[in-house]
């Protein structure tokens, strides 16, 4: 079976451009967790879906982030606009219900020069 | 106070030694625990998870869980070297997902 689904893999982008990441989740899993992992803060849980429905999106940091999941094979994370300060590996994982392990993708590594 | 609190290490083991990796967690309601392993440059990878208090044995892992002391550990039995990497504990409440800063472990061969 394929596991999440992250793209781009890498991304390196200049400040004030937008920044589309994208993720297919497991087939079945009715939940979708986006994170943010850096050095200085570790893993950090930005928004997650249930359904293809926003539940949490407390970790945002602030409105220049956006994440969308039109449907349950695919979820989008914007950033616009885009700040040094955003470069960060972002994953996206999914599980089949909430409390159950979660699954990654490989991430998406982000530079914003 | 962090939520989900690790010693980040590095933990310096042997090989062939236990590596024993400690987790405390604030959140009393906690409900499920989980152990991940990340490699350098990679994404976590799930070795364990825990939802009842005592032991939970999986191959050369052992995750074990006391709510009353909010503490979870993670011991690895015969650590070889590709053992080397960042163990992240993560505990749930409802449906999110809070982790650990990781623990750096190291197996010299």
């Known amino acids: 079976d394929a596991g999440v689904i992250q793209s781009p893999r890498h991304e390196v982008t200049e400040m004030g451009q937008e920044v589309t990441l994208r993720c297919k989740p497991i087939?079945?899993?009715?939940?979708l967790f986006w994170y943010r992992q850096t050095m200085m803060r570790g893993l950090e849980l930005l928004i997650y879906?249930?359904?293809?429905?926003?539940?949490?999106d407390s970790g945002m940091p602030e409105d220049r982030f956006s994440a969308k999941m039109p449907n349950a094979s695919f979820s989008t994370l914007k950033i616009q606009p885009s700040e040094p300060r955003d470069s960060a590996v972002y994953f996206c994982?999914?599980?089949?219900?909430?409390?159950?392990?979660?699954?990654f993708g490989d991430g998406t590594r982000l530079s914003i020069l | 106070q962090k939520e989900v609190e690790q010693n980040s290490g590095p933990l310096s083991v042997p090989e062939g030694a236990i590596a024993s990796l400690n987790c405390t967690y604030s959140?009393?309601?906690?409900?499920?625990f989980f152990w991940y392993r990340q490699y350098s440059g990679k994404s976590p990878e799930l070795i364990m998870f825990?939802?009842?208090?005592g032991d939970k044995e999986d191959g050369r892992f052992t995750a074990q869980l006391n709510k009353a002391s909010q503490y979870v550990s993670l011991l690895i039995r015969d650590s070889q070297p590709s053992d080397s990497a960042t163990y992240l504990c993560?505990?749930?409440?409802?449906?999110?997902?809070?982790f650990g800063g990781g623990t750096r472990v190291l197996v010299k061969p």
């Open positions: 994982a999914s599980s089949p219900s909430g409390g159950q392990p979660q699954h």
């Open positions: 087939s079945g899993h009715d939940y």
């Open positions: 959140d009393r309601g906690s409900q499920s």
């Open positions: 993560a505990v749930t409440a409802g449906n999110k997902l809070t």
């Open positions: 879906f249930n359904n293809n429905v926003p539940i949490d």
């Open positions: 825990i939802y009842s208090n």
